[in-house]
């Protein structure tokens, strides 16, 4: 603890490497996940062959991943980047097709027969719909890549790992306390700030059977 | 307006041999109320989407107000229609108020109006807007979710409603009073209502008309009496329960039965009904209050006099034969 008060700067320095990490590996895994997972949902054949070899992908230990990519992207943050992607990938995808497929037919079906174009039936059904299991599964790929990005440092790739392993290295326990602190906190915060935004989603909500109090509507 | 017309409709699902819906012809009038009923699987539901367009025919034509829907904009056709499903299939997340807007939207009108429709539509179907427009619907029992389901297609003004099985997963009590309601919002908006069900009560309580399905085909189209008094064949027959007589008193008019009052009458204490009433509840009331005959009246005015013999002459006179 000391030590993160005494080095705010170097703390920082890492927090921010670690946050661009992560924010870089998810923004590029959600870029992917959603047109994978609507094909998905549109083509259930794909369902087996895609979900099937990433969830293969995900018995891989990350340090084992990280390893395999060194030789193809560098001993560097790339690697760990592209760790990070791969993983959120398995967990959004996942997410996102659970949350396509339990879609009620009925209520797309009202949609169709109450005259909204495709477009429509996007933005005001769908999404509305699975974006709380959609913000589920970006709140679990952000604890995951948080805890990779920990162990990239081990791959020069910078971040809050770099506390831990050059505490490891130098016996400096101060320094290993404040970067498990530093990383658990970061964890925490995330998970917290994603809870939050999911519970913001329109709806009743987990009460589904008692009545709410009434909210004022725009 | 709501003027629609079958032409030899037909669908043949690529998956399945036999067509869902064959050879379908039929006129259904402005402001009438059609039901279509069948045993299920007959078809019912396919011939009701293929209105708005659910479905495609893979042969001949409807027309709606004399123009072939094929010539019109798919969603613009669906705004105009109202549909109303089983399990109302309310968007889940969208509040009463919300869920009721969404054609409204979809056509544009200015936000104002908008607000006053959604409190419109509430009233119009009793359900209060102060203690339900902010509700979602998993916070509605069953009955209350049609209700929304049933504002929420009358929301755009369309000239026509389609129901499938609406009440289908209600249970009895509240499905009656869905039903007068239905009854009751049809002579106040005079929407033409196409109506799935295969329930023959509900068919006989609603209907202008019935157009009897089986097997993707119209066995018959005519008013429940006809339907009753002179089934096409055995099928109908059977369908409808024409050997009930109880079922037949259900569909006749109490005036179809009713004699003038005899000169001397004082009227007594006699139960009373309308000439609208039916006989089947003129039946009930002679047997619930042991009264002798009922006094017919009309806008406070005696008009006529029904005893139980009058009844039973003309139940057993228009007997149901079978063909
Ligand atoms: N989407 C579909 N694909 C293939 N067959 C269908 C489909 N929908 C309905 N059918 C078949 O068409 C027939 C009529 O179905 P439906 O119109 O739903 O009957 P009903 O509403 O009278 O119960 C049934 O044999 C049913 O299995
Ligand atoms: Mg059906």
Redo the contacts with the bound molecule.
């Keep these: 603890m000391s030590y993160l008060l005494s080095h705010p700067g170097d703390l920082l320095a890492l927090l921010g490497q670690h946050l661009g990490m992560t924010g870089l590996a998810l923004a590029i895994a959600i870029f992917l996940a959603v047109p994978l997972a609507l094909l998905v949902a549109r083509l259930p054949w794909l369902n087996i062959p895609i979900l099937g070899s990433l969830g293969v992908l995900y018995t891989i230990p990350s340090l084992a991943l990280m390893i395999f990519l060194v030789p193809i992207f560098g001993l560097n943050a790339t690697s760990v980047i592209v760790a990070m992607v791969l993983y959120a990938q398995v967990i959004l995808v996942r997410h996102l097709s659970v949350g396509l497929a339990g879609l009620d037919p009925d209520v797309m079906a009202a949609a169709r027969a109450m005259g909204m174009n495709l477009w429509q039936r996007w933005w005001w059904v769908q999404v509305p719909l699975v974006l709380p299991v959609f913000l589920a599964g970006v709140r679990l790929a952000t604890i995951v890549a948080i805890a990779i990005a920990t162990i990239g440092a081990k791959f020069n790739a910078g971040g809050l790992g770099k506390l831990l392993f050059d505490g490891l290295q130098t016996n400096r326990y101060d320094k290993i306390v404040a970067g498990a602190i530093a990383v658990a906190a970061l964890a925490l915060a995330m998970n917290g700030l994603l809870l939050w935004l999911e519970q913001l989603c329109p709806g009743p909500g987990r009460r589904k059977s008692a009545p709410g109090p009434p909210e004022p509507l725009g | 307006m709501g003027d629609l017309q079958f032409e030899e409709v037909s669908l043949r ?4 041999s ?1 067509p ?2 064959h050879h379908v012809t039929g006129q259904i009038h402005s402001g009438e109320v059609v039901v ?1 009923l ?12 293929m209105v708005n367009r659910l ?1 495609e025919p893979t042969s001949g034509q409807i027309f709606l107000d004399g123009v072939n829907i094929q010539k019109l904009k798919v969603t613009r056709l669906r705004q105009q229609i109202g549909y109303v499903i089983q399990q109302a299939g309310l968007f889940p997340h969208m509040t009463v108020a919300a869920n009721i807007a969404v054609v409204p939207r979809l056509l544009g009108w200015p936000k104002p109006q908008i607000q006053a429709r959604i409190d419109e539509m509430l009233d119009l179907v009793r359900l209060s807007p102060g203690e339900f427009r902010h509700r979602y619907p998993a916070q509605l029992s069953g009955g209350q979710q049609q209700r929304v389901g049933i504002a929420r297609a009358l929301a755009g003004n369309p000239t026509m409603l389609l129901m ?2 609406p009440f289908g997963a209600i249970d009895g009590i509240t499905r009656t009073a869905l039903q007068d309601e239905i009854l009751r919002l049809q002579r106040q908006l005079k929407k033409t209502i196409l109506f ?1 069900s ?1 329930d023959v009560e509900e068919a006989l309580r609603l209907a202008d008309r019935i157009l009897v ?1 089986r097997q ?1 085909e119209v066995v018959q189209f005519d008013s429940p009496l006809t339907l009753l008094t002179q089934p096409a064949d055995e099928f109908v027959y059977t369908l409808l329960g024409a050997d009930d007589m109880v079922r037949q008193l259900g569909v006749l008019p109490v005036s179809a039965a009713m004699t003038a009052i005899p000169p001397e009458d004082h009227n007594g204490a006699r139960p009373t009904l309308s000439p609208q009433d039916n006989l089947r509840e003129a039946l009930s009331l002679i047997l619930r209050t042991g009264a002798p005959a009922l006094t017919i009246s009309q806008a406070g005015q005696p008009v006529g006099l029904l005893t139980l013999e009058r009844i039973r002459k003309l139940a057993v006179g228009k007997g149901g034969t079978p063909p």
């Excluded at chain 2, 699902?13 to 399945?16: G, L, T």
């Excluded at chain 2, 069948?38 to 989407?49: D, E, F, I, M, V």
Aim: hydrophobic content about 30%; glycine content about 14%.
């Design positions: 699902f690529p998956s399945e036999r869902a819906v279509i069948g045993p299920s699987g007959c078809g019912k539901t396919t011939l009701l989407k479905y499938d099985e799935v295969h399905m993707g």
